[in-house]
Each structure stands twice: as structure tokens, then as C-alpha cells.
């Protein structure tokens, strides 16, 4: 009896220990590959990486890894011009392939999310209707789906919020009464606003904008994506 449980003493200290290295292990190729990501071109900063499923090392081993997070602040995208803050961002990478050599990486499912505020959502989306004062167009949540315009703090009225492709679009703003005495001649009308995002977080593509009361909740999608190399 005491050989048997010598034994099962003996098995529990080897798995803490094996379990404890595994542990390092991931711990360290998780900083690996933030910063590896950093260096990849395509995240604007640092990200924090968390490498799921157990154990690690035979995920290693095997070079494919089930499901890896990814998350961080200050992040930015842009639209070619002009980068701004993205807020809040996280994203899982499903089936990341690496290389023999771990200088690359392919995801095979990605999706994300992220938030910028209003103001940057103005700032990148460029006027496009050549109506004199249309540059101080102020932007806020409208309710689903919807966001609402103002001019030199004039409610303007509500657009709609749309996306195709990596660009996003608000359109249908009808200035009102005052707005167009305070700015002119407008036609009664504001042109769309429209802006294309070229830089997106781990080469994922956007997917889809959504009006929230503290911002444009931004959704990323990608499939077969290389992250690294």
C-alpha cells in the first residue's frame, strides 16, 4: 500500500511538474508573438496574445494552434490620409498555422471587434458634397442604426449607417431650417459621408459598423489571413 501510494505521489508531483512547464512555455511564446505582431506591420502597437487549449506544447509541436486572442488599447486604423484611436479592440484567431521557422503565421478564421468615437468618424470621413461649412459636421448616436448630425452645434438630423466592403458610409442627413441659415445656401440637403479604412488591425477586413451611444462598433472578419512574414 505504501509502494502504491509512494507511486501516486510520485505521478502527481511529475504531472504539477509537466503541467507547470507547459504553463512557461505558452507564457513565453505569447510574448513571442506580440512581439512579432508588433514587428509584422500589421498592428499599430503591441497586442497582448493569449494562446488557449492544453496542452500547449503539443500544439507547438504540431506548428497549429486551436484558438489564439488578441487584444489591446491603442490600437489605431485609417484611411490612408489620417490614422485614429481604436478603442476596445479583441480578436480571435481560429487554426494559426506557423512556419517551420515561426517567422510566419496564417490564420484560417479571424474575426474581431473595435470602437472609434464619433469624432473620429467624422474626422476620417472627408466632405464629399462641396457644400461650404460641411467640414464642421459633428456626429453622435442617433438610436439603432442611425446616427445624428449637427452643424456648429445645430441638430441637422439623422443618417443612416451602412457598410460595403472596408467602407463605411452615412447618408440621408436633411439639414433643417436654421441649420441652412447658419450656413448658407445648402439645398436643404448634406451630401454622404463616406470613408475607407486601409489599415485594419492583423490584416482582417471590416465587416460591418454599428451606431452605439459611445461610438461606431466596428466588426473585422478574415479568412486565411497571414498575420506574420
Do not use: C
Amino acid at each position: 500500500m505504501r509502494g502504491w501510494l509512494k507511486a501516486t505521489i510520485g505521478l502527481a508531483a511529475l504531472a504539477g511538474l509537466l503541467v507547470g512547464a507547459d504553463r512557461v512555455a505558452v507564457g513565453v511564446a505569447e510574448d513571442e508573438a506580440a512581439d512579432r505582431l508588433a514587428g509584422s506591420g500589421r498592428m499599430a502597437q503591441r497586442p497582448a496574445v493569449h494562446i488557449d487549449g492544453f496542452p500547449f506544447l503539443t500544439q507547438a509541436l504540431a506548428k497549429e494552434f486551436d484558438d489564439v486572442r488578441l487584444s489591446g488599447e491603442g490600437m489605431t486604423v485609417g484611411n490612408g490620409s489620417q490614422q485614429v484611436a481604436l478603442r476596445s479592440f479583441s480578436a480571435r484567431l481560429s487554426g494559426v498555422s506557423v512556419g517551420d521557422d515561426y517567422r510566419s503565421a496564417t490564420v484560417r478564421h479571424g474575426s474581431g471587434t473595435g470602437l472609434i468615437s464619433y469624432a473620429d468618424a467624422a474626422r476620417l470621413a472627408a466632405p464629399q458634397s462641396g457644400v461650404p461649412g460641411a467640414d464642421r459636421l459633428e456626429l453622435s448616436y442617433g438610436g439603432p442604426g442611425k446616427v445624428k448630425a449637427s452643424l456648429m452645434g445645430v441638430s441637422v438630423g439623422q443618417g443612416d449607417v451602412h457598410s460595403s466592403g472596408n467602407t463605411i458610409t452615412a447618408d440621408g442627413f436633411k439639414l433643417t431650417g436654421m441649420a441652412s441659415v447658419l450656413n448658407g445656401a445648402l439645398g436643404g440637403k448634406l451630401g454622404a459621408r463616406s470613408f475607407t479604412l486601409t489599415e485594419l488591425p492583423a490584416g482582417l477586413n471590416l465587416s460591418g459598423a454599428v451606431p452605439q451611444p459611445d461610438g461606431l462598433q466596428l466588426t473585422f472578419q478574415g479568412e486565411n489571413v497571414r498575420v506574420i512574414g
